[in-house]
């Protein structure tokens, strides 16, 4: 099973500290929910994972290997990422832009192989009657969900995403939560920035809780009681329930 570990991680913007001694130590099999008010660091956490970013101190470490070590496509073929958006200025099917999860795995020609995931990670996620459009000519929604199906065609251990459903509508958020999730249950770690909380409530395994850069709590959804949601977000609240049908219910600023 893979394992994702965080250890000693800083990172600073110009100076001023996004994270600080971040430490985590997370597997496969779960789906894991970045929790935390903008500016928390859940989107800066995530680019390091991905070796996009360099921490000032600490390292990341994929399977006990330093990622820093790994060469870009090495590491591609272990991590998947989704960002919040991605801007793409020349026309491109949306086949095609699919088909770009497959370079980590052989050279630009495409295989066999190849063609067929990203036709069966299309039809996945709904897509099969979009896959000749151009990628510009979609909604915000749809862009994104070639986004996921790029980074799922791309078949990595480790699956990080950046707000995944914020531009989706409520069918297409259960669709892309509960096939993240089948993903999980074979072996893969997704781990998922989310504002959301009643969706992470309903979908995640465990949650990390951030607060100005600083890690606040990690665990299963005990974890997230009301006395730590009023911390971690300067507001009065309230979670009725128990575990996966927790409902998370702000009630004002303190």
């Not at 989706?168 to 892309?176: K, P, S, V």
């Amino acid at each position: 099973m893979v394992s994702l570990e965080v250890r000693g991680l800083d990172f600073s913007y110009n100076g001023k500290n996004a994270l600080s001694d971040m430490n985590l130590d997370l597997r496969g099999g779960n789906l894991i929910g970045l929790v935390g008010p903008n500016g928390s660091g859940k989107s800066t956490l995530l680019k390091i994972m991905d070796g996009i970013l360099k921490p000032g101190r600490g390292c990341i470490l994929l399977d006990g290997k330093d990622i820093s070590s790994m060469g870009r496509k090495e590491l591609a073929r272990g991590v998947g990422y989704v960002p919040q958006s991605t801007r793409f200025l020349f026309p491109k099917s949306v086949f095609d832009t699919v088909l770009m999860g497959r370079i980590p795995h052989g050279n630009w020609a495409p295989t066999g192989k190849d063609l067929k995931t990203v036709s069966r990670v299309l039809e996945e996620l709904q897509l099969g009657d979009l896959s000749g459009r151009d990628l510009n000519s979609l909604s915000g929604g749809q862009k994104q969900k070639v986004m996921i199906a790029r980074a799922f065609a791309q078949e990595p251990d480790v699956l990080l995403l950046d707000e995944p459903t914020s531009s989706l509508d409520l069918a297409n958020q259960i669709d892309i939560m509960e096939l993240i999730k089948g993903l999980t249950e074979k072996g893969i770690l997704a781990v998922m920035a989310v504002h959301d909380l009643n969706l992470a409530l309903r979908y995640c395994d465990s949650f990390v809780l951030l607060k100005a850069g600083k890690l606040i709590a990690t665990g299963d959804s005990e974890t997230v009681s009301s006395e730590v949601l009023e911390d971690v977000y300067d507001i009065r609240a309230k979670v009725l329930g128990e575990g996966r049908e927790k409902v998370f219910l702000p009630i004002s600023r303190k």
